[in-house]
T-cell receptor
Framework: GQNIDQPTEMTATEGAIVQINCTYQ??????LFWYQQHAGEAPTFLSY????GLEEKGRFSSFLSRSKGYSYLLLKELQMKDSASYLC????????????FGSGTRLSIRP | DAGVTQSPTHLIKTRGQHVTLRCSPI?????VSWYQQVLGQGPQFIFQ???????GRGNFPDRFSARQFPNYSSELNVNALLLGDSALYLC????????????FGPGTRLTVL
């Protein structure tokens, strides 16, 4: 089966760093995505990891460990506009390469 | 370049009616996927189309159907609407089928009364 777990809600302070964790189980792993979704809007692509390690893109970094079925999204120098839901998603090649999404982590940034 | 576009933006229907949602992918993208997102949840996969053929189907009833046209645009059809079909319907396009990032359109907000 397929399962993706991430915390439901997190709170952090403006200017700080926050790490959002994601664990997954899938029979045919073929890459992990992170998307940002503001309320009432469509998800926007943040990062893609297919190999183990850290991918850095500006204030955002994403890490993957395939052996542990684990990923995290690291957000640095938090800004109020970072308040959003963050979706972890896995591509499963055993299932027509469809992308399976977690329920998302709602991140609130306080001043 | 224009991103993924979807129409209509919002739609209100009553139970038992039928609805058609439309999606135009990013220029050059050949794959379109449809997702249903209910409030507080992540998007749930409905269909994927690539080169006008269905390449994947999620766990949705037969009331849901879709197709892709020669210009790679796509339609999602839902028959015999239920209250539980109320959701944001998202279309995502990618260059190829299985190795590329999907980019989402703004979605169609469907309300079933």
């Amino acid at each position: 089966g397929q399962n993706i777990d991430q915390p439901t809600e997190m709170t952090a302070t403006e200017g700080a760093i926050v790490q959002i964790n994601c664990t997954y189980q899938t029979s045919g792993f073929n890459g992990l995505f992170w998307y940002q979704q503001h309320a009432g809007e469509a998800p926007t692509f943040l990062s893609y990891n297919v190999l183990d390690g850290l991918e850095e893109k500006g204030r955002f970094s994403s890490f993957l460990s395939r052996s542990k079925g684990y990923s995290y999204l690291l957000l640095k120098e938090l800004q109020m506009k970072d308040s959003a839901s963050y979706l972890c998603a896995v591509r499963d090649y055993s299932s027509a390469s469809k992308i399976i999404f977690g329920s998302g982590t709602r991140l609130s940034i306080r001043p | 370049d224009a991103g993924v576009t979807q129409s209509p933006t919002h739609l209100i229907k009553t139970r038992g009616q039928h609805v058609t949602l439309r999606c135009s992918p990013i220029s050059g993208h050949k794959s379109v996927s449809w997702y249903q997102q209910v409030l507080g949840q992540g998007p749930q996969f409905i269909f994927q189309y690539y080169e006008k053929e269905e390449r994947g189907r999620g766990n949705f009833p037969d009331r849901f159907s879709a197709r892709q046209f020669p210009n790679y645009s796509s339609e999602l059809n839902v028959n015999a609407l239920l209250l539980g079909d109320s959701a944001l319907y998202l279309c995502a396009s990618s260059l190829e089928q299985s190795t590329d990032t999907q980019y989402f359109g703004p979605g169609t907000r469907l309300t079933v009364l």
